[in-house]
C-alpha cells in the first residue's frame, strides 16, 4: 500500500535516475514530438503499419495531426487514418502519453492507484488498467525467465513452506477474527534462499488443491507432487532443504524423498533447540518470509488468475531490485519486447 514517502519518491527516489535524465525532458510541453520518437525507436509504438488497402501503396506514412497524440498514421491510397498506438501497449488507455509515462513511473514507486490518479489527475479507472496492463508485462516476464529464480546450490540453506499453513506468520491477515473468510482456499508455496539477507524467494500458488473446493486425499496426493516437481525446478541439486510438517500439500516427510536433496530437515526437529518458553527458531523464520506474508495475503482474497498476477509481480520487482537498471527502464524494455513478438507473430501469421 502506498503511503506519503511513496508519492515522495516518485519525485526524489535515486531509483528515477533513469526517469529523470532520459524521460522527463521529453515531458515539457512542447517536446511531444521527442517523446513519440523516442517511444518509435524504443519500439514501444509501430515503426511502421500497412494500410489494409494493401498493396505496395499500403504503407502508412507518419503525419502530424490536431489530436492528443498529436501524429498518425495516413494511407496515401485511400486516405485512412490509423492510431500510432495502434497494437501497441499503449493502445487502450484513454489519457495523453506523457500521463501514461508518469503513471507507469508511479506504478514502478509502488505508488497506489488512488494517490496516482490525484497527482496525474487521471480517473481510477485509467490508472488501473494501466496498472493491470504492467503486471501483466511483468508476469509474462517471469513466466518466460523462470531459470532466473533458481535458487541455493552446494550446502546452500533453502526454507521451503506453504502459505498459510505453515511457519511464515503467527496469524494470517486472512484468518484474523472480523475479517472476510476467502472461500478460495489457496495453498501458496514458497521458497527462500537464506544464505542473503534479504532472502531471494519464490512463490507459486499449488494448482491442483487451489482450484479444487473439496480436500480429498486424491487432491492432496496430486498436490504434493505438483510441490516436489516445483522443488526440483527451482532449488539447485545440493541445496540443504528445511521444511516443516505443518502443511499437508507439501510436508517434511514427503520433502526428505527428492533425490537431489541429500540433506533435509525439519522445522520441528530445529525447534527442540529453543530455550523452553521461547521462540527463536518460529521468530526467524517469521523475518524470513516478512517480506512475502503480505502479497501472499492479498492474493488470497481475489481470484486465483489476479493472485498469481499478485505473486509474479512480486517476483519481479524482487529481481529487478537485484540488479543495477531501474524498474522503469526494465518494464519499458519489456514492453517493447513482448508486443514486437506479437508484431512479428501477426505479420508472420497474415504474410
Ligand atoms: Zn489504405
Not at 138 to 154: I, Q, T
Request: charged share 25%; hydrophobic share 40%.
Amino acid at each position: 500500500m502506498a503511503t506519503q514517502s511513496d508519492s515522495d519518491e516518485v519525485r526524489h527516489g535515486n531509483e528515477n535516475k533513469y526517469f529523470d535524465v532520459v524521460i522527463k525532458p521529453m515531458l515539457t510541453p512542447g517536446h511531444e514530438g521527442e517523446l513519440i520518437e523516442w517511444m518509435k525507436d524504443m519500439g514501444l509504438i509501430k515503426q511502421a503499419v500497412r494500410c489494409p488497402c494493401a498493396g505496395q501503396r499500403g504503407k502508412m506514412v507518419w503525419s502530424k495531426a490536431r489530436i492528443v497524440d498529436k501524429y498518425t498514421w495516413v494511407c496515401r491510397a485511400c486516405s485512412k487514418k490509423l492510431s500510432i498506438r495502434s497494437e501497441s501497449f499503449f493502445a487502450g488507455f484513454k489519457c495523453d502519453l506523457k500521463k501514461v509515462m508518469l503513471a507507469i513511473l508511479c506504478w514502478c514507486n509502488r505508488v497506489s492507484g488512488e494517490v496516482a490518479a490525484k497527482q496525474l489527475d487521471l480517473r481510477l479507472t485509467v490508472v488501473f488498467r494501466i496498472y493491470d496492463s504492467l503486471s501483466q508485462v511483468a508476469s509474462n516476464y517471469v513466466k518466460a525467465h523462470s531459470d532466473e529464480w533458481k535458487l541455493g546450490g552446494e550446502n546452500v540453506v533453502v526454507l521451503v513452506d506453504v502459505y498459510p499453513d505453515g511457519y511464515m506468520s503467527t496469524v494470517p491477515r486472512s484468518m484474523e477474527v472480523g475479517r472476510r473468510r476467502s472461500t478460495n482456499k489457496k495453498r501458496i508455496l514458497c521458497i527462500a534462499e537464506i544464505s542473503q539477507i534479504p532472502s531471494r524467494i519464490w512463490v507459486k500458488i499449488l494448482e491442483e488443491v487451489s482450484s479444487n473446493s473439496k480436500d480429498s486425499p486424491e487432491v492432496t496426493q496430486r498436490a504434493v507432487q505438483e510441490a516436489l516437481h516445483e522443488i526440483t525446478e527451482h532449488v539447485l541439486p545440493g541445496s540443504i532443504l528445511l521444511a516443516n510438517e505443518r502443511s499437508a500439500v507439501c510436508p517434511f516427510s514427503a520433502v526428505r524423498t527428492l533425490k537431489d536433496f541429500p540433506m533435509v530437515h525439519s522445522v520441528e526437529h530445529l525447534k527442540e533447540l529453543n530455550v523452553p518458553g521461547t521462540r527463536a527458531v518460529e521468530e526467524n523464520l517469521e523475518t524470513i518470509w516478512q517480506s512475502v506474508v503480505d502479497v501472499c495475503d492479498e492474493s488470497q482474497e481475489v481470484r486465483k488468475s489476479v493472485g498469481s498476477l499478485l505473486l509474479d509481480e512480486f517476483l519481479w520487482r524482487q529481481l529487478i531490485s537485484q540488479t543495477t537498471s531501474s524498474k522503469v527502464e526494465s518494464i519499458l524494455h519489456q514492453i517493447a519486447e513482448q508486443y514486437s513478438e506479437r508484431w512479428r507473430q501477426r505479420r508472420h501469421n497474415t504474410a
